[in-house]
């Protein structure tokens, strides 16, 4: 168990609409860390949060937003869903967000877009 | 921008062989490497690391070494068992200094030990 926690573990959703997807980091951590995982693929980074700003973006597309809360939890919301969205959705957690940190990773949540 | 290639996509090995696997990086302010190992319908974790003052690390059976002239970085497993099957991800920080917040990664290498 890495510490960092995903909430739902599986979501089942149509075409068109929004979900939003949960993550707390571990505990300490002040850094938040995007990715997507698509079937037998590699891990797409979306966005990275510190302390509740953005500090850097990968390849999110504009239908995704997300957001650090204060209590440095973090949202990726994801809306107008196509079928391509479908993936495994992790989350990552550092202590001060740079590169040269152990990236934690939670469990991840499976989207199915039908 | 920074661009890292991982090779091969896939490798077999017999059990008890060696296996390595290379990534290779395009940004020479790159400074950290990390490898990250992935079970079947697990998340990702670290594995080993190097950074760019280290030419070589070892782990027990795990090694990275790291050649900053070349720009590459290769994963050694000795003696392979059945519980290293799994993708393996390389990935290079990239940016300057203080302000390498950055990991890109490579595409993954699926690892199979045939027993």
């Known amino acids: 168990d890495s510490g960092v926690t995903q909430t739902p573990k599986h979501l089942i959703t149509a075409t068109g609409q929004r979900v939003t997807l949960r993550c707390s980091p571990r505990?300490?951590?002040?850094?938040v860390y995007w990715y997507q995982q698509s079937l037998d693929q590699g891990l797409q980074f979306l966005i990275q949060?510190?302390?509740?700003?953005?500090?850097a973006k990968g390849n999110i597309l504009e239908r995704f937003s997300a957001q650090q809360f204060p209590d440095l939890h973090s949202e990726l919301n994801l809306s107008s869903l196509e079928l391509g969205d479908s993936a495994l959705y992790f989350c990552a957690s550092s202590l001060s967000g740079r590169a040269g940190e152990t990236q934690y990773f939670g469990p991840g949540t499976r989207l199915l877009v039908l | 921008g920074e661009n890292v290639e991982q090779h091969p996509s896939t490798l077999s090995v017999q059990e008890g062989d060696s296996a390595v696997i290379k990534c290779t990086y395009s940004d020479s302010a790159s400074n950290y490497f990390p490898w990250y190992k992935q079970e079947l319908g697990k998340r990702p974790q670290l594995i080993i690391d190097i950074r760019s003052n280290v030419g070589e690390k070892k782990d027990q059976r795990i090694a990275v070494t790291l050649n900053k002239t070349a720009k590459h970085f290769s994963l050694h497993i000795t003696e392979t068992q059945p519980e290293d099957s799994a993708v393996y991800f390389c990935?290079?920080?990239?940016?300057?200094?203080?302000?390498?917040?950055?990991?890109?990664w490579g595409a993954g290498t699926k690892l199979i030990i045939k027993p």
């Open positions: 505990s300490g951590d002040l850094s």
């Open positions: 949060y510190y302390n509740g700003e953005e500090r």
């Open positions: 990935a290079a920080s990239t940016g300057l200094g203080d302000s390498n917040y950055q990991l890109i």
